[in-house]
């Protein structure tokens, strides 16, 4: 899709977006005035399968009615109080969520790049408080390729040049270990180590998955050293990887879960710190918070969010329609497809970069109908939201392999 090809209406929507909003992205020609389900509507009635789904912020599918009727309900009761005052969903919302994670409590943030930095703090409080490490010696322990957020500090553990390039100084207390390597992890705990912070799939860095073992490895050797495992599932968490959390798969419980994304249904920024009270309740009145964070309109999206897990009725479909969707991907392998990597409905493609770059082949996508994101040069990501029909994803892979044949594979 090049600028000849759209029309007058979405060019002068992109040149105004060029003009007046700031340059920190890049996106694809497409310009969305609608969306229901798993598909999205242009401003000049053109209609695409949505298959990336906001990251995963829309797993449900754009305006789920159970959603948008609970934000409806709550938009003409009260949407904010400040947490100066109780109100009456964030209650029912905190249960909710704990009893799903299985943890006693909930701290409620807005976005994700929050509850990482939210759980940095707890980490580093609780080292200095429950662990008694020596104060301001508290490492953190990340991995290679990971993405956690946008913030300062976040970008401090970053590895990618772009994330980092002319942001410094940078926050200290991390170390950056391979990812996937348990042995090479292990190496680097020693007693200063408060926390382990990990995406159980790393999704921008291409939807890497761990070797089986990883994760477990991980859980045993923090749990012999008192250190805790910090899981952001704030991508792969709610659904998308066909369980509520991908630790779920992997067999591990962390004592952290990140949340963020799919919590607040595709309707409002709503994240998550979900951990036991021997770790949450390191924080006391004053040193954390938050204006808009538990805030009665994301409270009750957020119940309605878990209202629609508890059943595990998406968990079961995008396990499913994952399958049946990484099937048919594996099958392009050796055909323009270097490698597929996944888990539930949630997949990473390496294209042949002899073929194209990621960001060509996401344009004629879209040119297709299919919205794809590409990351890190030839690997797209398709993310569909759950609500996906078996049909619809069977079309959107022979879109991908009309593109592929026109590139030449
Ligand atoms: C998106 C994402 C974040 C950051 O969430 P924001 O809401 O954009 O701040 C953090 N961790 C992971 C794994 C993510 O995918």
Do not use: E, S, T
């Given at each position: 899709m090049t600028a000849t090809s759209t029309s007058s209406a979405t060019a002068r929507y992109i040149t105004q977006v060029e003009e007046y909003?700031?340059?920190?992205y890049h996106p694809l020609p497409v310009v969305v005035h609608e969306a229901f389900g798993a598909w999205v509507t242009d401003v000049d009635g053109k209609r695409y399968l949505d298959c990336l789904a906001a990251y995963s912020a829309v797993n449900f599918g754009h305006g789920h009615p159970v959603l948008v009727d609970a934000a409806r309900a709550q938009l003409d009761r009260v949407t904010l109080t400040s947490r100066a005052f109780h109100n009456d969903v964030l209650g029912p919302f905190l249960e909710g969520l704990a009893r799903l994670a299985g943890k006693d409590m909930v701290l409620p943030m807005n976005t994700g790049a929050e509850a990482v930095e939210s759980a940095i703090k707890i980490a580093r409080a609780w080292g200095y408080r429950v662990k008694g490490v020596e104060h301001d010696r508290a490492k953190i322990v990340v991995a290679h390729g990971n993405f956690h957020g946008r913030t300062t500090t976040i970008i401090s553990f970053s590895n990618d040049p772009d994330a980092?390039?002319?942001?410094?100084p940078f926050t200290p207390g991390f170390v950056s270990v391979p990812y996937g390597d348990a042995a090479a992890l292990e190496a680097l705990l020693d007693d200063d180590v408060v926390a382990v912070l990990l995406e159980p799939i790393q999704g921008e860095a291409g939807i890497i998955v761990p070797p089986a073992d990883y994760l477990p490895a991980v859980r045993r050797m923090t749990r012999e050293r008192n250190i805790l495992f910090i899981a952001d599932e704030i991508q792969s968490g709610l659904g998308r990887t066909g369980a509520t959390f991908q630790c779920d798969n992997a067999g591990v419980i962390p004592d952290l879960y990140l949340l963020g994304k799919a919590l607040g249904g595709g309707i409002v920024p709503v994240s998550a710190v979900v951990g036991d009270a021997s770790v949450l309740g390191v924080l006391r009145p004053g040193e954390h918070g938050s204006t808009f964070g538990g805030n009665p309109l994301a409270a009750a999206v957020g119940l309605a969010v878990v209202g629609l897990l508890e059943t595990g009725d998406y968990q079961r479909r995008a396990a499913e329609l994952g399958e049946h969707l990484l099937g048919s991907l594996r099958a392009l392998v050796g055909h323009g497809v270097v490698a597929v990597r996944g888990a539930g409905l949630w997949a990473g493609i390496d294209i042949d970069p002899a073929l194209a770059g990621g960001r060509e082949v996401c344009e004629a996508l879209a040119a297709r109908g299919v919205l794809a994101k590409d990351t890190h040069g030839s690997t797209i990501r398709l993310a569909p939201?759950?609500?996906?029909e078996r049909e619809e994803l069977d079309w959107a892979v022979e879109q991908l392999v009309a593109v592929l044949a026109e590139l030449g594979a």
């Open positions: 909003g700031a340059h920190n980092r390039a002319d942001f410094g939201p759950i609500v996906v």
